[in-house]
């Protein structure tokens, strides 16, 4: 399975990891889970954690969100209809 990083919030999908970051004046606290689903809001949707936690409501900014990406393997059928890889 490989992995990939992205930044831009119009490409997190369900099943996705993604992590937030709130600062306040006196500290910066972090949380992170898998995308369930989004809210309904259809001008900016926010994330919704696996746990219902919605951590875009409390102030948190979205950091990076990872992306599995399933390996695939191309085969080919040649002209007697052997599988070549």
Do not use: H, N
Request: aromatic share 8%.
């Amino acid at each position: 399975m490989r992995f990939e990083i992205t930044t831009e919030p119009g490409e997190v999908q369900p099943g996705d990891i993604v992590v937030f970051r709130l600062e306040t004046k006196r500290s910066v606290k972090w949380t992170c889970g898998k995308v369930r689903c989004f809210t309904d809001d259809t001008d900016a949707p926010a994330i919704v954690l696996a746990t219902g936690s919605i951590p875009e409501y409390d102030g948190y900014e979205l950091i990076c969100c990872i992306k599995s990406i399933p390996d695939v393997l191309q085969m080919t059928i040649d002209g007697d209809g052997e599988v070549v890889e």
